[in-house]
Each structure stands twice: as C-alpha cells, then as structure tokens.
C-alpha cells in the first residue's frame, strides 16, 4: 500500500516562502497524477496543486502565481515551493494522488502557519 510522508511545514510571516516535500512509497509516479491538497481548520480538504504523469502542472486559482509543484521521480518526491504566502495559506498540507483513490491512505500532513 503507497504511504505519504509529508514534511517542510512551519510557522512563516506574510510573505515568506516554505517548501514542502512529500515522499511516496512504491512506484505511483508512473500512474497516478500526484497533488498538494490542503486542509484549513473548519474547512474541507481542497486539492491546490497537480502534476500529471506527463509533468503538466495545474494550480488553483488562490495560489496561481505563488506556487510551484514540482517531482523528483526517481526520488519518488514531490515538492510544493510556496512564495508570498498569506494567513489565508494557513492549513495542514497533505499530498496524495490526483483523483484521490477513495479508500487510500493520507499521510500525517504538514502544518503550515502563516502569522505575524
């Protein structure tokens, strides 16, 4: 069964930058487009980042322009560089593939803060 292990996360001020990185057990790269989702306290998970198992990268519209997803295939990592973050960044980070296989695993998360 894959496994997600998701790391990077912090306490960051408006405007700083943090990077994720997630690494998966087992060969998923090859089939599955792999995500960033996150979760913000009394919200729902919400996918914010994609690439697909050619490389095409997709973002949310919230995050476009400040974020970059990016994979080490032979690592079996994905990354999520965040720049210009903002309070409303504030959530636990999870990465998982993209569509979420219903009944599969998520990792523990990251959390990411942005405060003053």
């Known amino acids: 069964q894959v496994q997600f292990v998701e790391s990077g996360g912090g306490l960051v001020q408006p405007g700083g930058s943090l990077r994720l990185s997630c690494a998966a057990a087992?060969?998923?790269?090859?089939?599955?487009?792999m995500g960033w989702y996150r979760q913000a306290p009394g919200k729902r998970r919400g996918l914010v980042a994609f690439?697909?198992?050619?490389?095409?990268?997709t973002y949310g519209d919230s995050v476009k322009g400040r974020f970059i997803i990016s994979r080490d295939i032979a690592e079996r990592t994905v990354y999520l560089q965040m720049n210009n973050l903002q309070p409303e960044d504030t959530a636990v980070y999870y990465c998982?593939?993209?569509?979420?296989?219903?009944?599969?695993?998520w990792g523990q998360g990251t959390q990411v803060t942005v405060s003053s």
């Open positions: 998982n593939t993209v569509p979420w296989v219903a009944g599969g695993p």
């Open positions: 087992g060969s998923i790269f090859s089939n599955y487009a």
């Open positions: 690439i697909d198992v050619g490389g095409t990268k």
